[in-house]
């Protein structure tokens, strides 16, 4: 999970706007490299971005985003630069799926309730080996704004201290501090977040391959990882590699419209043939009628 911290209301302009992308210059203006700008290249789709707009102390959480596409380099230009005019190279990654917090949530509230929190956790940081590059600083023992931490890291105890017990709790108790709806908004986030750690773990399992008898596809941006049983339904399962297959898009496209299922011993089955695309008769049928099993190992049962 990640931060933007944008303070640029126009944030680029059509095309590089608001909640449209993450962007940033590839080094400064003499040459040196910015770690909260070259974060932007780390990010992977399915990761959640939790974005803080304005000025302080207008500054507010409004809302998340999820990655549409992995970090890269371009040389198409914001068409609003602003102080960025310098840069001929560009890291820039897709987003999608905004979800606004009904009521943002305030960055000024949060410094002023969670600041014994926040200072621990900074503190804490400090002393790793490996620190994360978080958005905010301690000085003169107050808490503020890194200046220029574009794009911060957020682990889930940052999260759960900055979001409150909607984020970091199992139960359905409300943060004071945020309304009904927003907490609504902030449990639908978490969620997505078990869900994109279920699918990484199910491609690792399966050597990031598709799953599927005579399928090749191993390329990582066309590969999921499939809930045998839902992940709404089956409360008890969420999270077991057990419970999980690694199939490319077309694939689980059709195990989800139920043209093909799987027996307890991993046997692909259809009760009957369905009306389908070339697609699926040419690709799924001849392996439901000759009776192949998923390439399912022991390794990919573990959790």
């Known amino acids: 999970m990640f931060i933007e911290m944008s303070r640029d209301a126009d944030h680029g302009g059509k095309g590089w706007g608001f909640s449209t992308c993450l962007w940033a210059p590839i080094k400064k203006e003499n040459g040196a490299q910015w770690p909260f700008w070259s974060k932007v290249r780390q990010v992977l789709p399915g990761d959640v971005v939790l974005h803080l707009k304005g000025i302080p102390p207008n500054a507010h959480f409004t809302g998340f985003s999820v990655v549409a596409s992995a970090g890269y380099k371009t040389e198409s230009r914001p068409p609003?630069?602003?102080?960025?005019?310098?840069?001929?190279?560009?890291?820039?990654?897709?987003?999608?799926?905004?979800?606004?917090?009904?009521?943002?949530?305030?960055?000024?509230?949060?410094?002023?309730?969670?600041?014994?929190?926040?200072?621990?956790?900074?503190?804490?940081n400090k002393t790793r080996s490996v620190r994360k590059n978080i958005f905010y600083v301690i000085q003169s023992a107050r808490l503020q704004c890194l200046n220029g931490a574009y794009l911060s890291e957020l682990d889930e105890q940052l999260a759960g201290i900055i979001l409150g017990s909607d984020f970091s709790?199992?139960?359905?108790?409300?943060?004071?501090?945020?309304?009904?709806?927003?907490?609504?908004?902030?449990?639908?986030?978490?969620?997505?977040?078990?869900?994109?750690?279920?699918?990484?773990?199910?491609?690792?399992?399966?050597?990031?391959?598709?799953?599927?008898?005579?399928?090749?596809?191993?390329?990582?941006?066309?590969?999921?990882?499939a809930h045998i049983a839902r992940w709404a339904d089956r409360i008890d399962l969420r999270g077991r590699a057990d419970n999980g297959l690694c199939l490319c898009l077309m694939h689980d496209k059709a195990f989800e419209k139920g043209f093909f299922t799987i027996d307890e011993n991993l046997n692909v089955k259809i009760s009957e043939v369905q009306e389908s695309g070339q697609w699926c008769m040419r690709e799924v049928a001849p392996y439901v009628v000759n009776g192949f099993r998923l390439a399912v190992s022991l390794l990919h049962l573990t959790h």
């Open 169 to 225: 709790e199992e139960s359905e108790v409300r943060s004071q501090d945020v309304s009904v709806e927003t907490a609504h908004v902030i449990r639908s986030v978490k969620a997505r977040i078990g869900q994109k750690k279920f699918s990484d773990l199910i491609k690792s399992n399966y050597g990031s391959k598709c799953c599927f008898p005579g399928c090749d596809v191993t390329d990582a941006d066309f590969l999921v990882g």
């Open 80 to 124: 609003i630069l602003g102080q960025w005019a310098f840069s001929k190279e560009f890291f820039r990654s897709d987003l999608t799926d905004y979800m606004p917090f009904p009521m943002p949530i305030s960055l000024k509230s949060i410094f002023s309730t969670r600041k014994e929190e926040l200072s621990e956790y900074f503190i804490e």
